[in-house]
Protein backbone atom coordinates (compact mmCIF):
# COMPACT_ATOMS: atom_id res chain seq x y z
CA UNK A 1 0.00 0.00 0.00
CA UNK A 2 1.48 3.37 -1.00
CA UNK A 3 1.85 5.49 2.35
CA UNK A 4 4.28 8.52 3.04
CA UNK A 5 7.04 7.38 4.80
CA UNK A 6 7.29 7.52 8.45
CA UNK A 7 8.80 10.71 10.56
CA UNK A 8 12.53 10.90 9.98
CA UNK A 9 13.03 8.77 7.01
CA UNK A 10 15.65 10.80 4.91
CA UNK A 11 14.45 12.98 2.01
CA UNK A 12 14.14 11.61 -1.49
CA UNK A 13 13.82 12.83 -4.67
CA UNK A 14 10.22 12.93 -5.76
CA UNK A 15 9.39 12.80 -9.80
CA UNK A 16 5.77 13.37 -10.19
CA UNK A 17 4.87 12.41 -14.02
CA UNK A 18 6.06 8.98 -15.02
CA UNK A 19 4.73 9.06 -18.46
CA UNK A 20 6.98 8.68 -21.60
CA UNK A 21 9.37 10.87 -20.58
CA UNK A 22 9.13 11.12 -16.89
CA UNK A 23 9.67 7.49 -16.36
CA UNK A 24 12.91 7.11 -18.02
CA UNK A 25 14.19 10.18 -16.45
CA UNK A 26 13.27 8.10 -12.85
CA UNK A 27 14.95 5.74 -13.69
CA UNK A 28 18.16 7.64 -14.41
CA UNK A 29 17.62 9.51 -11.37
CA UNK A 30 17.07 6.16 -9.55
CA UNK A 31 20.47 4.67 -10.44
CA UNK A 32 22.32 7.87 -8.59
CA UNK A 33 19.72 8.92 -5.64
CA UNK A 34 16.53 7.34 -3.68
CA UNK A 35 13.88 8.05 -5.52
CA UNK A 36 10.00 7.87 -5.60
CA UNK A 37 7.26 8.63 -8.08
CA UNK A 38 3.76 9.59 -8.74
CA UNK A 39 1.74 9.55 -11.68
CA UNK A 40 -2.13 10.45 -12.15
CA UNK A 41 -2.46 6.80 -13.81
CA UNK A 42 -1.77 4.78 -10.53
CA UNK A 43 -0.97 1.43 -12.58
CA UNK A 44 1.48 3.12 -14.78
CA UNK A 45 3.26 4.99 -11.40
CA UNK A 46 3.58 1.89 -9.76
CA UNK A 47 5.18 -0.25 -12.70
CA UNK A 48 8.65 1.88 -12.89
CA UNK A 49 11.06 -0.91 -11.95
CA UNK A 50 13.37 0.70 -8.59
CA UNK A 51 11.13 3.66 -8.11
CA UNK A 52 8.80 3.89 -4.54
CA UNK A 53 5.37 4.91 -6.02
CA UNK A 54 3.29 7.24 -3.48
CA UNK A 55 -0.39 7.59 -3.44
CA UNK A 56 -1.23 11.21 -3.98
CA UNK A 57 1.32 14.17 -5.24
CA UNK A 58 1.00 15.47 -1.60
CA UNK A 59 2.46 12.71 0.28
CA UNK A 60 5.82 12.08 -2.23
CA UNK A 61 5.87 16.05 -1.84
CA UNK A 62 6.19 15.88 1.65
CA UNK A 63 8.48 13.55 1.69
CA UNK A 64 10.96 15.36 -1.07
CA UNK A 65 14.25 17.07 -1.00
CA UNK A 66 13.74 17.64 -5.16
CA UNK A 67 10.57 17.72 -6.48
CA UNK A 68 10.95 16.76 -10.04
CA UNK A 69 8.20 17.79 -12.36
CA UNK A 70 7.58 16.23 -15.46
CA UNK A 71 3.94 16.85 -16.65
CA UNK A 72 2.26 17.46 -20.01
CA UNK A 73 1.47 21.14 -20.02
CA UNK A 74 0.65 24.11 -17.70
CA UNK A 75 -2.63 22.63 -17.28
CA UNK A 76 -1.60 19.46 -15.55
CA UNK A 77 0.95 21.75 -13.76
CA UNK A 78 -1.40 23.99 -12.44
CA UNK A 79 -3.75 21.19 -10.83
CA UNK A 80 -0.28 18.67 -9.04
CA UNK A 81 1.15 21.69 -8.26
CA UNK A 82 -2.14 23.53 -5.86
CA UNK A 83 -1.60 19.86 -4.37
CA UNK A 84 2.12 19.27 -3.95
CA UNK A 85 3.34 22.96 -3.10
CA UNK A 86 1.65 23.13 0.34
CA UNK A 87 3.41 19.91 1.02
CA UNK A 88 7.09 20.73 0.34
CA UNK A 89 9.24 20.89 3.15
CA UNK A 90 11.02 24.51 3.53
CA UNK A 91 14.59 24.77 1.49
CA UNK A 92 12.98 21.57 -0.57
CA UNK A 93 13.73 22.59 -4.60
CA UNK A 94 11.00 22.36 -7.14
CA UNK A 95 13.11 21.01 -10.35
CA UNK A 96 10.32 22.01 -13.12
CA UNK A 97 10.72 19.91 -16.42
CA UNK A 98 7.65 20.63 -18.17
CA UNK A 99 7.31 22.94 -21.29
CA UNK A 100 4.83 24.83 -20.01
CA UNK A 101 3.33 28.58 -19.79
CA UNK A 102 5.99 31.74 -18.27
CA UNK A 103 2.69 33.00 -16.43
CA UNK A 104 1.68 30.13 -15.08
CA UNK A 105 5.14 29.20 -14.27
CA UNK A 106 5.76 32.70 -12.66
CA UNK A 107 2.89 32.58 -10.66
CA UNK A 108 3.51 29.18 -9.18
CA UNK A 109 7.38 30.13 -8.65
CA UNK A 110 6.15 33.22 -6.36
CA UNK A 111 3.70 30.46 -4.25
CA UNK A 112 6.91 28.54 -3.61
CA UNK A 113 9.15 31.00 -2.58
CA UNK A 114 6.38 32.13 0.00
CA UNK A 115 7.17 28.84 0.83
CA UNK A 116 10.63 29.25 1.40
CA UNK A 117 10.73 26.76 -1.61
CA UNK A 118 13.57 27.16 -4.23
CA UNK A 119 12.47 26.88 -7.84
CA UNK A 120 14.38 26.33 -11.21
CA UNK A 121 12.35 25.88 -14.47
CA UNK A 122 14.22 23.65 -16.66
CA UNK A 123 12.22 22.58 -19.62
CA UNK A 124 13.26 19.12 -21.64
CA UNK A 125 14.77 19.25 -25.22
CA UNK A 126 14.94 15.89 -26.67
CA UNK A 127 12.87 12.63 -27.35
CA UNK A 128 11.72 9.63 -25.49
CA UNK A 129 14.93 7.84 -27.15
CA UNK A 130 17.31 10.82 -25.82
CA UNK A 131 16.22 10.53 -22.40
CA UNK A 132 16.88 6.85 -22.16
CA UNK A 133 20.34 7.44 -23.00
CA UNK A 134 20.49 10.24 -20.75
CA UNK A 135 21.08 12.54 -23.61
CA UNK A 136 18.61 15.40 -23.17
CA UNK A 137 18.75 19.43 -23.52
CA UNK A 138 17.80 21.42 -20.62
CA UNK A 139 16.92 24.83 -20.07
CA UNK A 140 17.87 26.15 -17.17
CA UNK A 141 16.78 29.72 -15.00
CA UNK A 142 16.40 30.42 -11.37
CA UNK A 143 18.27 32.10 -8.48
CA UNK A 144 21.95 31.30 -9.24
CA UNK A 145 22.42 29.28 -5.65
CA UNK A 146 19.31 27.13 -6.84
CA UNK A 147 20.49 26.36 -10.38
CA UNK A 148 23.56 25.46 -8.56
CA UNK A 149 21.09 22.39 -6.59
CA UNK A 150 19.33 21.56 -9.97
CA UNK A 151 22.76 20.66 -11.68
CA UNK A 152 23.81 17.84 -9.86
CA UNK A 153 20.48 16.40 -10.14
CA UNK A 154 19.74 17.18 -14.06
CA UNK A 155 23.79 15.67 -14.84
CA UNK A 156 22.57 11.98 -15.04
CA UNK A 157 20.29 13.10 -17.15
CA UNK A 158 21.77 15.36 -20.12
CA UNK A 159 23.90 15.02 -22.84
CA UNK A 160 27.55 16.44 -21.99
CA UNK A 161 26.79 20.12 -23.17
CA UNK A 162 23.22 20.01 -22.67
CA UNK A 163 22.94 22.46 -19.80
CA UNK A 164 22.27 25.65 -20.98
CA UNK A 165 21.25 28.47 -18.63
CA UNK A 166 18.67 30.73 -19.76
CA UNK A 167 18.01 33.90 -16.95
CA UNK A 168 17.54 34.28 -13.43
CA UNK A 169 13.81 34.50 -14.02
CA UNK A 170 11.99 30.77 -13.58
CA UNK A 171 10.16 31.86 -16.47
CA UNK A 172 13.06 32.92 -18.60
CA UNK A 173 13.44 28.88 -19.17
CA UNK A 174 9.67 28.45 -20.42
CA UNK A 175 10.12 31.62 -22.91
CA UNK A 176 13.32 29.86 -24.21
CA UNK A 177 12.21 26.75 -24.54
CA UNK A 178 8.72 27.62 -26.21
CA UNK A 179 10.51 29.76 -28.83
CA UNK A 180 12.74 27.29 -29.72
CA UNK A 181 9.64 25.21 -30.11
CA UNK A 182 7.75 27.70 -32.15
CA UNK A 183 10.87 28.16 -34.47
CA UNK A 184 11.80 24.19 -35.01
CA UNK A 185 7.76 23.91 -35.84
CA UNK A 186 8.30 26.68 -38.50
CA UNK A 187 11.22 25.43 -39.94
CA UNK A 188 10.03 22.06 -40.43
CA UNK A 189 7.02 23.14 -42.13
CA UNK A 190 9.07 25.44 -44.52
CA UNK A 191 11.21 22.34 -44.99
CA UNK A 192 8.46 20.28 -46.10
CA UNK A 193 7.03 22.66 -48.64
CA UNK A 194 10.18 23.14 -49.81
CA UNK A 195 10.93 19.63 -50.28
CA UNK A 196 7.49 19.26 -52.08
CA UNK A 197 8.27 21.92 -54.71
CA UNK A 198 11.45 20.24 -55.92
CA UNK A 199 9.52 17.06 -56.17
CA UNK A 200 6.63 18.44 -58.33
CA UNK A 201 9.15 19.66 -60.20
CA UNK A 202 10.99 16.56 -60.96
CA UNK A 203 13.66 16.42 -58.77
CA UNK A 204 14.43 13.52 -55.95
CA UNK A 205 13.86 14.30 -52.44
CA UNK A 206 16.46 13.09 -51.15
CA UNK A 207 18.85 14.99 -53.44
CA UNK A 208 17.43 18.21 -53.08
CA UNK A 209 17.50 17.34 -48.98
CA UNK A 210 21.38 17.36 -49.13
CA UNK A 211 21.57 20.03 -51.11
CA UNK A 212 19.44 21.95 -48.87
CA UNK A 213 20.64 20.80 -45.43
CA UNK A 214 24.47 22.10 -46.73
CA UNK A 215 23.01 25.52 -47.78
CA UNK A 216 22.24 28.69 -46.66
CA UNK A 217 18.37 27.59 -45.98
CA UNK A 218 20.10 24.56 -43.46
CA UNK A 219 18.58 24.46 -40.17
CA UNK A 220 18.70 21.75 -36.89
CA UNK A 221 15.33 20.24 -38.84
CA UNK A 222 17.14 19.70 -41.84
CA UNK A 223 20.04 18.18 -40.85
CA UNK A 224 18.81 15.68 -37.69
CA UNK A 225 14.95 15.28 -38.83
CA UNK A 226 14.21 15.55 -42.48
CA UNK A 227 15.28 12.15 -43.05
CA UNK A 228 12.79 10.52 -40.92
CA UNK A 229 10.03 12.81 -42.50
CA UNK A 230 11.14 11.66 -46.12
CA UNK A 231 10.54 7.94 -44.31
CA UNK A 232 7.06 8.34 -43.43
CA UNK A 233 8.01 8.87 -39.60
CA UNK A 234 5.74 12.23 -38.31
CA UNK A 235 7.58 11.98 -35.25
CA UNK A 236 4.79 10.05 -32.75
CA UNK A 237 6.22 11.06 -29.49
CA UNK A 238 4.10 14.14 -29.20
CA UNK A 239 0.31 15.50 -29.46
CA UNK A 240 -0.73 17.36 -32.10
CA UNK A 241 -3.04 19.06 -29.88
CA UNK A 242 0.10 19.76 -27.74
CA UNK A 243 1.72 21.12 -30.51
CA UNK A 244 -1.09 23.61 -31.42
CA UNK A 245 -1.30 24.62 -27.23
CA UNK A 246 2.56 25.62 -27.81
CA UNK A 247 2.07 27.80 -30.36
CA UNK A 248 -1.15 29.36 -29.43
CA UNK A 249 1.48 30.32 -26.32
CA UNK A 250 3.85 31.71 -28.62
CA UNK A 251 1.40 33.71 -30.33
CA UNK A 252 0.40 35.20 -26.63
CA UNK A 253 3.77 35.63 -25.84
CA UNK A 254 3.91 37.36 -29.10
CA UNK A 255 1.33 40.12 -28.52
CA UNK A 256 2.40 40.28 -24.80
CA UNK A 257 5.75 41.70 -26.23
CA UNK A 258 4.24 43.64 -28.38
CA UNK A 259 5.43 42.24 -31.49
CA UNK A 260 4.13 41.32 -34.87
CA UNK A 261 4.40 37.32 -35.44
CA UNK A 262 2.76 36.89 -38.94
CA UNK A 263 5.80 33.89 -39.83
CA UNK A 264 5.10 31.79 -36.51
CA UNK A 265 1.45 32.71 -36.56
CA UNK A 266 1.34 31.14 -39.67
CA UNK A 267 2.91 27.83 -38.52
CA UNK A 268 0.33 27.85 -35.51
CA UNK A 269 -2.75 28.08 -37.93
CA UNK A 270 -1.64 25.27 -40.21
CA UNK A 271 -0.48 23.21 -37.43
CA UNK A 272 -4.64 24.22 -36.40
CA UNK A 273 -5.88 22.78 -39.64
CA UNK A 274 -3.76 19.81 -39.00
CA UNK A 275 -5.18 19.17 -35.77
CA UNK A 276 -8.93 19.58 -37.18
CA UNK A 277 -8.10 17.01 -39.59
CA UNK A 278 -6.41 14.69 -37.45
CA UNK A 279 -7.20 15.48 -34.08
CA UNK A 280 -4.86 15.08 -31.28
CA UNK A 281 -2.65 11.87 -32.43
CA UNK A 282 0.88 11.48 -31.44
CA UNK A 283 3.09 13.31 -34.20
CA UNK A 284 4.72 16.73 -34.28
CA UNK A 285 5.05 16.78 -38.08
CA UNK A 286 1.64 15.95 -39.21
CA UNK A 287 1.70 19.19 -40.43
CA UNK A 288 3.51 18.45 -42.97
CA UNK A 289 1.73 15.01 -43.46
CA UNK A 290 -1.08 17.33 -44.40
CA UNK A 291 1.29 19.43 -47.13
CA UNK A 292 1.86 16.35 -48.38
CA UNK A 293 -1.72 14.87 -48.91
CA UNK A 294 -3.21 18.17 -49.98
CA UNK A 295 -0.13 18.85 -52.82
CA UNK A 296 -1.17 14.52 -53.95
CA UNK A 297 -4.39 15.39 -54.44
CA UNK A 298 -3.57 19.24 -56.81
CA UNK A 299 -1.48 17.15 -58.88
CA UNK A 300 -4.22 14.09 -59.25
CA UNK A 301 -6.51 17.01 -60.36
CA UNK A 302 -4.25 18.88 -62.70
CA UNK A 303 -3.22 15.24 -63.85
CA UNK A 304 -6.95 13.80 -64.10
Do not use: C
Not at 191 to 196: G, K, M, P, Q, T
Amino acid sequence: MDEAPPTGSPLIIGVIGLGRMGAPVARALAAEFAVGGFDIDHARGASVPGIRSFGTARDLAAASEVLVTVLPGPAELREVMSEALPALPAGALWLDLTSGDPLVTRALAAQAHDGSIDVVSAPMGGSVAEAERAALIFYLSGAESAVERAVSVLRPLSRPDGLRRAGSRPEDAQIAKLLANGLWFAHALAAAEALLIGQGLGMQPSDLHRLLRDSAGGSRFLDDHAERLLEGDYLTTFGLDRVVDELDTVAAMGRAAGTPTPVLDASGAAHRAALERYGPELGELLAARMLEEDAGRTLRREQG
